[in-house]
């Protein structure tokens, strides 16, 4: 038996395995307990010290905001007590004691002053517009047709292909997911012309798109930025995409790599950073993964587990800091946490590359993963919850920590005697009613793009943060239409609440993803406007009518 805390972490699941074909039972309907590790209850361990990072950032940002109104409302009393006459005669009487030079040396600094904080100050970042590649219907396939090719590869034995096909039929996975045709093929296609192939089929398809939205020419590009964790050729990606659009020589190019599905918030942050320092430009970040060169024939079931989730897609996303852009962008960026706890070795390697026995290279997949990603998210949110939640909530949330503290510091002092009871050693904080509070976070975001790893973690994350099944209709919607698309599946959720018509002015917009290293980010947008439903230029378009049904949950 596993002790009480594990078996708070644990879930099962009865699965029909159906009838018995053979033996004693021949005949019967089987059955099976699935037990899975679920992620960690949240409400049982916040960590303090991530949420004075949120209150430290928030402080150290929020003091204007704490003066200007104050100073505002004091010149508003005493300007209104006055009468225009009386206004005007005491602004004359008052100044009329002084020379011309000291009244022009006081609107020198005055405009100095003025001058230095709008310099100074962060640029507002706008998100212009995004385009998802959409393969062709070539490149389709069902979970059947998926088994059938990597069959016909004769790269697997049966026991793989059955481990292979139990995970596609709890993976929440549709039968319209996209993978290059390649993986059929007995030769090796884990080659630099395979990925370059894919590549360039997946990272022009979303740029062409980008670039005919946005009637933007790639030579106005000031910042490129490419991630992509498993292909990284050289010249490289950045490279390929500056070579193809035949793009400015003074272009600033940054390619990332081996970063994970949580790169695509790692290169807007870059990005952001980028337009910070130089003013009046826009940047494009893609955001992919190469399906084929990641493709693993080997034996080792943890290793089998991305060749079933991972399938093709990329994303373009325009991001501007030029003040005129305002009226035709969608979104304004308004936060981004990241979070990365690889200094721990179990964390580190809970997504690893290596080769395995038989000198076959893949990703091996820890069977912790669920619950190391839990512990990383509930970091990031506990960083994130003082940058966005009300202030009520922040007031409840910081108040029951406070509370939570104290009680255990005090539980610490107490001396242990032989006379401390059995039961009263099983005591916990949480079982002594000092259970920290735990946000509400639908009340600092209107839509949630949590990104699409895969069913289960969907689910146990909809458990945890308390949302409902339509904050995360993008993510199992998009985890069934396209399937884990990586670094780019935050965005085919965010396409996917474009196309239904639900974002309207003023939304905020929470993208979350976590990926190796292992690292969880989380970006914050804010509609400047109310996005009209899409006519063309959308992959949900084909199929949005289908979405949501109750399969998906």
């Not at 370059?196 to 990272?203: F, H």
């Not at 029951?400 to 005591?427: C, D, H, M, W």
């Not at 949480?430 to 976070?441: E, F, H, V």
Request: a positive charge.
């Amino acid at each position: 038996m596993a002790p009480n805390g594990e078996q708070d972490l644990l879930s099962t699941e009865i699965v029909n395995r159906g009838i018995e074909s053979s033996g004693p039972d021949a005949g019967s309907m089987t059955f099976s307990v699935r037990v899975r590790r679920r992620l960690p209850d949240f409400v049982q361990s916040v960590n303090l010290k991530y949420v004075k990072l949120g209150y430290h950032y928030l402080i150290n940002h929020a003091i204007y905001l704490a003066t200007v109104p104050v100073l505002v409302l004091v010149f508003g009393v005493e300007i209104g007590s006055l009468s225009r006459e009386e206004l005007w005669r005491k602004f004359w009487n008052s100044t009329a004691g002084y020379d011309l030079a000291t009244v022009l040396a006081f609107f020198a600094v005055f405009v100095f002053t003025l001058s230095v904080y709008f310099m100074s100050r962060p640029r507002s970042i706008y998100l212009i517009d995004f385009a998802c590649f959409k393969p062709t219907d070539d490149l389709k396939v069902t979970k059947e047709e998926f088994i059938d090719l990597a069959r016909k590869s004769g790269k697997f034995d049966e026991a793989s292909l059955e481990f292979q096909k139990k995970i596609l039929q709890s993976s929440g996975i549709g039968d319209e997911t996209y993978v290059p045709r390649a993986i059929m093929s007995t030769e090796n296609i884990t080659t630099m012309k395979e990925g370059r192939a894919e590549a360039s089929m997946v990272i022009f398809g979303a740029l062409d798109e980008l670039f005919k939205k946005t009637r933007v020419r790639p030579k106005d590009v000031g910042v490129l930025v490419v991630n992509c964790s498993i292909f990284n050729p050289t010249p490289s990606l950045s490279a390929m995409v500056i070579n193809h659009y035949k793009m400015r020589g003074n272009i600033l190019s940054f390619n990332l790599g081996g970063m994970g599905c949580s790169a695509g918030i790692i290169a807007i942050d870059l990005a952001r950073d980028m337009l910070q320092a130089n003013p009046n430009n826009v940047a494009v970040v893609v955001s992919t993964e190469m399906v084929g060169y990641n493709w693993y024939p080997g034996k080792d079931r943890s290793m089998l587990i991305p060749n079933c989730y991972i399938r093709m897609g990329a994303s373009a996303v325009l991001l501007s800091n030029r003040g005129r852009d305002y009226r035709r962008a969608k979104y304004r960026l308004e936060h981004i946490v990241r979070t990365h706890k690889g200094a721990d070795d179990r964390y580190f390697r809970s997504v690893y590359q290596e080769e395995d026995e038989q000198r076959f290279k893949g990703l091996k997949i820890s069977k912790d993963l669920v619950e190391i990603g839990g512990e990383a998210l509930k970091t990031n949110i506990t960083t994130l919850g003082p940058l966005v939640l009300p202030l009520s909530e922040q007031i409840l949330f910081f108040a029951t920590l406070v509370k939570r503290y104290f009680s255990n510091n005090k539980e610490k002092s107490v001396p242990s005697s032989g006379a401390i009871t059995k039961s009263s050693q099983k005591a916990t904080p949480s079982a002594s009613g000092n259970k920290p509070y735990i946000p509400d976070y639908k009340l600092a975001f209107e839509h949630f793009c949590v990104q699409a790893a895969s069913k289960t973690v969907i689910n146990e994350l909809q458990r945890n943060l308390g949302l409902s099944d339509a904050n995360v209709e993008p993510s199992r919607a998009t985890l069934h239409r396209f399937g884990n698309t990586s670094s780019s599946s935050i965005w085919y959720e965010l396409a996917y609440l474009e196309a239904k018509g639900r974002i309207k002015r003023g939304d905020r917009v929470w993208q979350l993803s976590f990926g190796s290293g292992f690292k969880c980010n989380s970006a914050v947008w804010k509609s400047v406007r109310s996005i009209k439903k899409p006519t063309s230029n959308n992959p949900w378009l084909d199929c949005l009518d289908r979405y949501p049904f109750e399969a998906l949950s």
